[in-house]
């Protein structure tokens, strides 16, 4: 029996920042859309969504002068990762 | 990227390995490299002192020391001027907290030494309380720095570091404490050279341990990437 995946961490983007993100404690923004080669507006909507759903935590602050993004993975993005990777077992009959 | 949504589990599988690999990649990457910076400031600094008491004749270049995390934190600096920021992982962070409180006591401790000769020697004119109170020994240093390097050893995985770690603690302090650095240069050369080496011995080993629990685990990192 096929267990459902949950479609927002379904999506090439949005799973490579939770996968990004679940081995580091924090990352910036610039970091993350170096890794994933996403434009800058696709990654905001995607952290957005994300941040949303709370599975990231978006901090906004300063760097010097300069603005500065840092995602964090939650405890309830967390849970849902290792759901996603439990659900993705039954399709691979793992 | 694009935003595919009707990808394959196998597709999903291979980003999330993917995505893993390079994070984890970078975050050995930064943590080697501060490795690295921090172990080869502290070595150029040890030099730098030892060199300056040795011309100088007195141990006054010692006060240079409080100029430690400065240089590391320049260092560091430099490293990151153009790179993307690297993410922070707890095995960087705990590695960096470790030495961050071991330079922590060792300077407070330092700073308590010098406002304790201070004290003595320009308000109670008391010579004979130096002779008496050491609050920051060789020994002490070595304790602390084989500690540090030992517990680098368990956070990294690594047995030969924690193994050095124990060896360095408990060996340095043995050694110091029986004053057997002192004894062999006294031995081989004179009592005054042996005398003299209070001033730059420490630089020497405050180096060498420099190399065993910062450079050597920042050159092994960088070999596991």
Not at chain 1, 28 to 53: C, R
Not at chain 2, 24 to 46: E, H
Not at chain 2, 104 to 130: E, G, H, K, M, P
Not at chain 2, 132 to 160: D, E
């Amino acid at each position: 029996m096929f267990q459902p995946l949950d479609p927002l961490l379904h999506s090439e983007l949005r799973l490579s920042i939770m996968s990004l993100l679940i081995s580091a404690e924090e990352a910036e923004f610039p970091y993350i859309k170096e890794q994933t080669g996403a434009t800058a507006g696709n990654l905001s909507v995607q952290v957005d969504k994300l941040s949303a759903a709370g599975y990231i935590e978006v901090e906004k602050t300063f760097k010097g002068k300069r603005p500065c993004t840092i995602c964090r993975i939650t405890p309830a993005g967390l849970k849902a990762f290792e759901d996603y990777v439990e659900a993705l077992k039954s399709y691979l009959k793992v | 990227m694009e935003d595919n949504k009707n990808m394959s589990a196998e597709r999903s599988l291979e980003i999330i390995r993917e995505s893993i690999e390079k994070s984890q990649k970078d975050v050995t990457r930064s943590t080697a490299r501060s490795m690295l910076i921090s172990g080869l400031a502290t070595i150029v600094m040890s030099a730098l002192i030892g060199i300056i008491c040795v011309c100088t004749k007195s141990g006054t270049a010692h006060l240079l020391w409080f100029l430690m995390p400065i240089v590391i934190w320049i260092g560091l600096r430099w490293q990151n001027r153009n790179s993307v920021p690297t993410p922070k992982n707890y095995v960087g962070m705990l590695v960096g907290k470790v030495w961050k409180v071991f330079a922590i006591v060792v300077l407070t401790l330092f700073a308590c030494q010098i406002l304790w000769l201070f004290f003595c020697v320009r308000i109670v004119n008391d010579i004979q309380s130096l002779e008496t109170v050491h609050l920051l020994s060789t020994q002490l240093i070595l304790l602390l720095m084989g500690c540090a390097i030992a517990t680098t050893g368990y956070v990294l995985r690594s047995s030969w570091l924690k193994w050095c770690g124990f060896i360095c603690a408990i060996g340095g302090y043995l050694l110091e404490s029986y004053d057997v650095p002192f004894q062999f240069l006294a031995h081989h050369t004179s009592y005054q050279t042996a005398g003299f080496s209070n001033a730059w011995m420490p630089c020497v080993i405050v180096a060498l341990f420099a190399f065993v629990g910062l450079v050597l685990p920042g050159l092994t990192l960088k070999g596991k990437e």
